[in-house]
């Protein structure tokens, strides 16, 4: 049992960590490398995002709190997205090639700043995939032609809606990184006999910050699921708090 959603979320980043290090899954069909290397990595940063909320929340750091519960819900629509909708194995080539094409883009805008022998590694690792993956490839390129840059050719909005079916929360998290709604919910001011009077920043009543955990816990919580269902591992079974 549980005294907070704070420990909570420290038993699952325990039994996640736990189970993910020094950990061997059953033999991969080699069509899987790309899906495995995709979730593993997705996995990874999920339960970087849920630590850095936890230490920021205990801090009570709402602010920045909020960029993360944005990125972490980022994530899971492309976690959902990757497994459910079309082929996995041809999404998750898909993801590292716009990650392969988007480096490219960068250095070669930069190329200043790198070695060439580094550069023209890049390009080659880059012809290489895409000849070992060209459906993938022809779908890539045709969606940046129309720049539609994210691996699925929608952005994080349309995602959510085809996969809820309706809008989801997406849109209003992004307030949290752009400061759309700060102006006049995170400051406060106050003017009477010729002085101003303000405070800045969220308080916990106004941010509710175990529902912030109990979102990205549940994020962490389902990733790992799901990949341990993919991977042949043992799933992680939540206990309820008190």
């Keep these: 049992m549980f005294e907070s959603e704070g420990e909570r979320i420290d038993w699952l980043i325990e039994q996640v960590e736990?189970?993910?290090?020094?950990?061997?899954?059953?033999?991969l069909d080699?069509?899987?490398?790309?899906?495995?290397?995709?979730?593993?990595?997705?996995?990874?940063?999920?339960?970087?995002?849920?630590?850095?909320?936890?230490?920021?929340?205990?801090?009570?750091?709402?602010e920045p709190a909020g960029v993360v519960h944005r990125s972490s819900w980022e994530l899971w629509i492309d976690w959902?997205?990757?497994?459910?909708?079309?082929?996995?194995?041809?999404?998750?080539?898909?993801?590292?090639?716009?990650?392969?094409?988007?480096?490219?883009?960068?250095?070669?805008?930069h190329h200043d700043a790198f070695d060439s022998g580094y550069l023209e590694r890049l390009h080659q690792n880059l012809l290489d995939f895409e000849?070992?993956?060209?459906?993938?490839?022809?779908e890539v390129r045709q969606q940046r032609r129309k720049r539609y840059?994210?691996?699925?050719?929608?952005?994080?909005?349309?995602?959510?809606?085809?996969?809820?079916?309706?809008?989801?929360?997406?849109?209003?998290?992004?307030?949290?990184?752009?400061?759309?709604?700060?102006?006049?919910?995170?400051?406060?001011?106050?003017?009477?006999?010729?002085?101003?009077?303000?405070?800045f920043g969220q308080t916990e009543e106004t941010y509710r910050p175990d529902f912030l955990l109990f979102s990205v816990g549940g994020v962490l919580f389902h990733v790992y699921n799901d990949f341990a269902d993919m991977w042949g591992l043992q799933p992680i079974e939540f206990r309820k708090s008190r």
């Design 18 to 27: 736990g189970r993910g290090s020094n950990t061997t899954v059953p033999p």
């Design 149 to 199: 840059f994210h691996w699925s050719g929608l952005t994080y909005s349309r995602m959510e809606r085809e996969l809820a079916g309706e809008p989801g929360i997406y849109g209003a998290l992004s307030w949290e990184v752009h400061g759309t709604v700060s102006p006049m919910r995170d400051v406060q001011l106050d003017v009477s006999d010729n002085a101003a009077f303000f405070r």
């Design 30 to 62: 080699p069509q899987d490398i790309e899906v495995f290397h995709i979730t593993a990595s997705w996995l990874a940063r999920c339960t970087s995002l849920t630590k850095g909320l936890l230490v920021l929340v205990r801090d009570r750091l709402y």
């Design 131 to 138: 000849s070992r993956h060209p459906e993938a490839s022809a």
């Design 80 to 109: 959902k997205y990757l497994l459910r909708v079309g082929n996995r194995r041809l999404n998750a080539a898909k993801v590292l090639l716009s990650a392969q094409i988007g480096t490219l883009e960068f250095t070669d805008f």
